[in-house]
C-alpha cells in the first residue's frame, strides 16, 4: 500500500501457450499497468551459481526454443502459430500522417460475435502492413456503427464489409456519410487471404489504438486433432479483426500478386 492507494504485483512465468490468459493480459496495455521483464542474465552469476549457468548453456544447444521459454521467459507457443510476422509497436500520428495506401474493413457482429472496423495502411515496396484504427464492440448498431466511424476515420476511403450481411451495408450507406461496399469473397477467399497476410514482411500493430486486433493476430493458432496433429484449417473464431483486414485488402489480393509468391485469383 502507497498513501491512500495499492500497488499490485503479479510476478509469473510465461507459460508456453501464447494463447494462456497472463500472455493475453501482458498485451493488454493500459496506462496504469508497467510490464517488466527479466532472466537469469540480467543478475550476477553468484547468485544463481556456475551450476544454472551451465544447465542453461546445455538446454540452449540441445533445444533453443525450451530454452528461450524456461530462462528467457519467452511464450514461444505450441508451434501452431499462425501468423510469425506481428510487430506491435506504437504507431505514432507523424507516421499515419504520411500513409497515403489507406484501406478499410468491416465484419459484422452483434449479440454475440462483436462489430469489427479497422484501417490500415500497406506499404507494397516493403510488403509490410499498419493496423492503427480500430472499434470492436458487442451489441452496437449499425446507426451507432456509423457514427464511431466517423469519430475516428482517416481519410475517405471506402470501406470493404462481410458481403453476407447487405442490410447492414445499405443501412450504413443510407446515413450517408461514408462509402461501404461487399466483399467479393469466394471459395477460397479466407484460405488466401490469410496465406496472404502470412507472406507480408511485417504486420505492425498498434496495442493501444488497436488492443483486440493485436490480440487476435497475436493468439491466434492452428487447432490440433485427437492425435495432436495440427489441422490444415484456420480456426474460425477469435478472428473478426482478421477477417475484416482480410476484406479491407481484397482488391490488392485479387491482383496476380508474383511479389507475394502467388497467381491465384479471389
Same mark, same amino acid.
Given at each position: 500500500?502507497?498513501?491512500?492507494?495499492?500497488?499490485?504485483?503479479?510476478?509469473?512465468?510465461?507459460?508456453?501457450?501464447?494463447?494462456?490468459?497472463?500472455?493475453?493480459?501482458?498485451?493488454?496495455?493500459?496506462?496504469?499497468?508497467?510490464?517488466?521483464?527479466?532472466?537469469?542474465?540480467?543478475?550476477?552469476?553468484?547468485?544463481?551459481?556456475?551450476?544454472?549457468?551451465?544447465?542453461?548453456?546445455?538446454?540452449?544447444?540441445?533445444?533453443?526454443?525450451? /530454452?528461450?521459454?524456461?530462462?528467457?521467459?519467452?511464450?514461444?507457443?505450441?508451434?501452431?502459430?499462425?501468423?510469425?510476422?506481428?510487430?506491435?509497436?506504437?504507431?505514432?500520428?507523424?507516421?499515419?500522417?504520411?500513409?497515403?495506401?489507406?484501406?478499410?474493413?468491416?465484419?459484422?457482429?452483434?449479440?454475440?460475435?462483436?462489430?469489427?472496423?479497422?484501417?490500415?495502411?500497406?506499404?507494397?515496396?516493403?510488403?509490410?502492413?499498419?493496423?492503427?484504427?480500430?472499434?470492436?464492440?458487442?451489441?452496437?448498431?449499425?446507426?451507432?456503427?456509423?457514427?464511431?466511424?466517423?469519430?475516428?476515420?482517416?481519410?475517405?476511403?471506402?470501406?470493404?464489409?462481410?458481403?453476407?450481411?447487405?442490410?447492414?451495408?445499405?443501412?450504413?450507406?443510407?446515413?450517408?456519410?461514408?462509402?461501404?461496399?461487399?466483399?467479393?469473397?469466394?471459395?477460397?477467399?479466407?484460405?488466401?487471404?490469410?496465406?496472404?497476410?502470412?507472406?507480408?514482411?511485417?504486420?505492425?500493430?498498434?496495442?493501444?489504438?488497436?488492443?483486440?486486433?493485436?490480440?487476435?493476430?497475436?493468439?491466434?493458432?492452428?487447432?490440433?486433432?485427437?492425435?495432436?496433429?495440427?489441422?490444415?484449417? /484456420?480456426?474460425?473464431?477469435?478472428?473478426?479483426?482478421?477477417?475484416?483486414?482480410?476484406?479491407?485488402?481484397?482488391?490488392?489480393?485479387?491482383?496476380?500478386?508474383?511479389?507475394?509468391?502467388?497467381?491465384?485469383?479471389?
Amino acid at each position: 500500500m502507497v498513501g491512500n492507494g495499492y500497488e499490485v504485483f503479479y510476478s509469473y512465468n510465461p507459460p508456453k501457450m501464447i494463447a494462456s490468459w497472463v500472455n493475453a493480459e501482458v498485451i493488454n496495455v493500459r496506462s496504469d499497468r508497467l510490464v517488466h521483464s527479466s532472466t537469469y542474465l540480467d543478475v550476477p552469476v553468484k547468485w544463481l551459481g556456475e551450476q544454472f549457468m551451465i544447465e542453461a548453456e546445455i538446454l540452449k544447444k540441445e533445444n533453443e526454443l525450451a /530454452y528461450r521459454n524456461e530462462y528467457l521467459g519467452e511464450p514461444t507457443g505450441t508451434g501452431g502459430a499462425v501468423f510469425t510476422n506481428i510487430t506491435l509497436r506504437e504507431i505514432t500520428d507523424e507516421e499515419i500522417k504520411g500513409f497515403d495506401n489507406i484501406a478499410d474493413g468491416v465484419d459484422f457482429g452483434y449479440a454475440v460475435d462483436p462489430v469489427s472496423y479497422g484501417q490500415n495502411h500497406l506499404d507494397k515496396t516493403r510488403k509490410k502492413l499498419y493496423v492503427f484504427n480500430e472499434i470492436y464492440k458487442v451489441g452496437m448498431s449499425n446507426k451507432r456503427l456509423h457514427e464511431e466511424i466517423l469519430k475516428i476515420k482517416v481519410g475517405k476511403s471506402p470501406i470493404t464489409a462481410d458481403s453476407a450481411e447487405p442490410k447492414s451495408i445499405d443501412e450504413l450507406n443510407g446515413l450517408g456519410k461514408i462509402r461501404v461496399v461487399g466483399a467479393k469473397k469466394g471459395p477460397d477467399s479466407i484460405d488466401f487471404g490469410v496465406r496472404w497476410l502470412q507472406n507480408l514482411v511485417e504486420i505492425i500493430i498498434d496495442p493501444v489504438r488497436c488492443p483486440n486486433t493485436a490480440r487476435e493476430f497475436s493468439m491466434y493458432e492452428y487447432e490440433k486433432d485427437k492425435f495432436g496433429n495440427f489441422k490444415s484449417q /484456420y480456426p474460425d473464431c477469435n478472428n473478426h479483426s482478421i477477417d475484416q483486414i482480410r476484406y479491407s485488402r481484397e482488391k490488392d489480393m485479387s491482383f496476380r500478386k508474383i511479389s507475394f509468391g502467388y497467381n491465384k485469383i479471389i
